[in-house]
């Protein structure tokens, strides 16, 4: 069972989810504006918080990046405007997801298991690796360059994280899409560049890590 904040100044949407997820057993808890968002998620812990972009007071892009500032629950945003610029600045400031309205509420739930899911995973693999200066802990999702820590986004750490289990293997855009957002992405490449970028910004001098494949995708190369 999961704990969702569901914030929308919409009441019938609000509702509709509710009904969806509460099927499913999990347990909702509503919030009718970005305020009233923030605030419930100071004081209570969510497996992952539902934010409408267009909500009063605050809106939900704003609120994503409050939330952002005290806590890394999952967010999924929904917003009735559909354009890539949107989607990738929602993604920028912290947001796992981005879901367009209108959209079916099973379409939602399937998402939000995705998201929990993958935030849920425990990793077999060793805790923590280093590359030169470069020092990634899985269980933490801490990464530290030269000593100090970084600061990425969630999405950042979890394309990071990816391309570091599959070291040295040429991962193409459509498989990075798969991985890491885990579902069918409805979007495009550039939505893999404008993360990579980011995310090479953040590395600084270990971005030569992250390598270009022309006309492919990417791969962590520790030859570089």
């Given at each position: ?60 892009f ?44 099973k ?92 995310l ?15 006309g ?9």
């Amino acid at each position: 069972m999961y704990k969702i904040l569901i914030a929308d100044d919409e009441q019938k949407i609000r509702e509709v989810l509710r009904e969806y997820a509460e099927y499913e057993g999990h347990q909702v808890v509503e919030a009718v504006d970005g305020m009233q968002a923030v605030e419930l998620a100071k004081q209570e812990d969510f497996d992952i918080i539902i934010l409408d972009v267009m909500m009063p007071r605050l809106d939900g892009f704003s609120a994503c990046k409050e939330i952002r500032k005290f806590k890394q629950t999952p967010v999924l945003m929904l917003s009735a405007r559909g354009e890539e610029y949107d989607k990738l600045f929602g993604f920028e400031i912290g947001a796992d997801d981005y879901v367009v309205k209108p959209f079916s509420p099973k379409e939602v739930l399937a998402r939000i298991n995705a998201i929990i899911k993958r935030n849920k995973t425990t990793d077999v693999q060793a805790d923590t690796v280093s590359f030169e200066g470069l020092e990634i802990n899985f269980t933490s999702r801490d990464v530290r360059i030269d000593g100090v820590k970084a600061n990425l986004t969630p999405k950042e750490y979890d394309l990071l994280f990816y391309l570091v289990r599959n070291k040295n293997v040429a991962l193409s855009r459509n498989k990075l899409l798969e991985e890491v957002w885990g579902y069918d992405f409805f979007g495009d490449d550039r939505t893999i560049d404008t993360h990579i970028k980011m995310l090479r910004n953040n590395l600084g001098v270990y971005r030569k890590f992250i390598v270009t494949l022309r006309g492919m995708g990417y791969k962590f190369d520790t030859e570089a």
